[in-house]
């Protein structure tokens, strides 16, 4: 899709835990959106916060970006 709309695409803000992140970066997502209210453990946080870097993703939250 991304190849097909020539922008970065972006995923997260309704999401509730890590392991929907994880398959959206698997599948070619640029950004990972996670929003604090919405995560039901922190711990999702700090793992998606590690899997935006593994993967040389960007990640929006704020939160996330703080702690980074």
Known sequence: LREKVNMKIGYGESMRNYFAFETYAEKGVDHLMPLV????????????RDLARKNGLRNWSVFLTLIM
Do not use: E, T, Y
């Not at 209210?37 to 998606?48: A, Q, T, V």
């Open 37 to 48: 209210g919405r995560m039901s453990k922190m711990d999702d946080l700090i793992k998606i």
